[in-house]
């Protein structure tokens, strides 16, 4: 059962700006994880459905926590149907994000007041997406269209709320999207390296997410 409203989640990402984006198999080094991402500054962090065995491994995550770092917002990531959702919910997931838009993925997490952040790549999927109560879409592939199809869709559908995800962790990029009108980004393999991993190194994720977290804010100034 999710520990956060819907509303709390959905406000913190956009008052954040980033979601740091991982998966691991092994439990402690994704505790290690989540904590650096935490110290870095970021709230919600997004464990993806990859490998054998990965709802055991983000249930007991998610356990560890709601004990020791009752703040973080633990979301799962690559979720493409209802029964996997519905698993990683009871599991004690916040929020769901999908690589596509699945309605019986929207309706479950509506239905459970779970925020449901579906991956879309053009504007008809945004609307689709938008009717079906997501707050939050996010922009996948990113690549597709960079930043300038942010900027077109935002043209005449100023109230979407875009989050383009697997961006690279510059300035350069993350200054671009966010100038674009990206409502947050998602960031994974270049915010936390697998050398920084398999070295230990959880302060070089730290200084990394908090350093993203500097570049959104800058970015975000000319803008409010």
């Known amino acids: 059962m999710a520990r956060f409203d819907r509303l709390h989640v959905l406000t913190t990402i956009l008052d954040t700006g980033l979601v740091p984006i991982f998966y691991h198999p092994d439990r402690e080094v994704a505790r ?7 110290d870095g500054g970021a709230r919600a962090v997004e464990f993806t459905n990859r490998g054998d065995f990965a709802p055991d491994v983000f249930r ?8 020791e770092l009752p703040g973080v917002i633990l979301g799962a990531g690559t979720v493409v149907d209802a029964p996997t959702a519905a698993l990683y919910i009871a599991c004690g997931a916040n929020f769901i994000v999908g690589p596509t838009l699945n309605e019986e993925v929207a309706r479950l997490c509506n239905r ?4 449901y952040i579906p991956g879309c790549s053009t504007p008809t999927e945004i609307s689709a997406a938008e009717e079906l109560g997501a707050e939050i879409v996010k922009v996948f592939p990113a690549s597709v269209g960079g930043p300038d199809f942010i900027r077109a869709v935002l043209g005449p559908c100023p109230w979407s709320k875009l989050m383009p995800t697997g961006i690279q962790a510059t300035q350069e990029s993350i200054t671009a999207w966010v100038q674009a ?23 070089a994720i730290t ?4 350093q993203v977290l500097e570049w959104i804010r800058r970015a975000w100034e000319p803008r409010r």
């Open 112 to 115: 459970r007041k779970v925020a």
């Open 60 to 67: 007991e995550l998610a356990q560890w926590a709601a004990r």
């Open 207 to 210: 200084q990394r997410v908090r």
């Open 32 to 38: 290690r994880i989540v904590h650096a991402c935490w």
């Open 181 to 203: 009108g990206a409502a947050g980004v998602g960031v994974g393999s270049d915010l936390i390296r697998r050398e920084w991993v398999e070295a230990g190194d959880w302060d």
